[in-house]
């Protein structure tokens, strides 16, 4: 039943973060497609990542941009020109359904280290939470295997009470 619940729990999520693609939750507009160029000079001009890689990819993805704030902060953004949603993968984490134009938003959260990161509650995934104001929160996992990248393990150890 376990495996089941987590499936579930798992597709529902998707099926969010999908809803979360189509409009926002802050004005119920449909979000607004995506200029590949305007995209990468505001991430260029944002001054949050060390290196901008743009490598070009086939169809039916425009671009990926290869991006490094730190040694413990390097993303890849896979953007097509013409959507509203981008898919930016993180260390082990998949993040989709990501809106563009709040792309930025989401990346300086995480370097910002403004994420929830828990044990599942059988222990075997590592859950990631981004939180965006207004937008709710997308969330990932990965398997756990036995330990925390070094990012993880402050992120974890800022969500904890203070012991007494």
Same mark, same amino acid.
């Given at each position: 039943?376990?495996?089941?619940?987590?499936?579930?729990?798992?597709?529902?999520? +998707?099926?969010?973060?999908?809803?979360?693609?189509?409009?926002?939750?802050?004005?119920?507009?449909? +979000? =607004? =497609?995506?200029?590949?160029?305007?995209?990468?000079?505001?991430?260029?001009? *944002?001054?949050?990542?060390? *290196?901008? @890689?743009?490598?070009?990819?086939?169809?039916?993805?425009?671009?990926?941009?290869?991006? @490094?704030?730190? @040694?413990?902060? !390097?993303?890849?953004?896979?953007?097509?020109?013409?959507?509203?949603?981008?898919?930016?993968?993180?260390?082990?984490?998949? !993040?989709? +359904?990501?809106?563009?134009?709040?792309?930025?938003?989401?990346?300086?959260?995480?370097?910002?280290?403004?994420? @929830?990161?828990?044990?599942?509650?059988?222990?075997?995934?590592?859950?990631?939470?981004?939180?965006?104001?207004?937008?709710?929160? +997308?969330?990932?996992?990965?398997?756990?295997?036995?330990? !925390?990248?070094?990012?993880?393990?402050?992120?974890?150890?800022?969500?904890?009470? =203070?012991?007494?």
């Amino acid at each position: 039943m376990g495996i089941l619940s987590a499936f579930a729990n798992a597709v529902t999520r +998707w099926q969010e973060n999908r809803r979360h693609a189509e409009r926002s939750l802050r004005t119920g507009e449909p +979000w =607004p =497609p995506t200029d590949v160029a305007e995209f990468v000079g505001a991430v260029e001009a *944002s001054g949050l990542f060390e *290196s901008v @890689e743009v490598v070009p990819v086939e169809p039916p993805r425009l671009v990926d941009l290869h991006l @490094e704030a730190s @040694e413990d902060h !390097f993303f890849i953004v896979m953007v097509v020109d013409g959507y509203s949603a981008c898919r930016i993968m993180f260390d082990a984490y998949v !993040f989709d +359904w990501v809106p563009t134009c709040l792309a930025l938003e989401f990346l300086q959260a995480v370097i910002a280290g403004e994420v @929830e990161v828990t044990l599942s509650p059988s222990g075997g995934h590592v859950l990631l939470g981004v939180p965006l104001d207004g937008e709710g929160t +997308w969330e990932d996992s990965r398997v756990f295997r036995g330990g !925390f990248e070094p990012w993880e393990a402050r992120a974890m150890a800022r969500g904890r009470a =203070p012991d007494h």
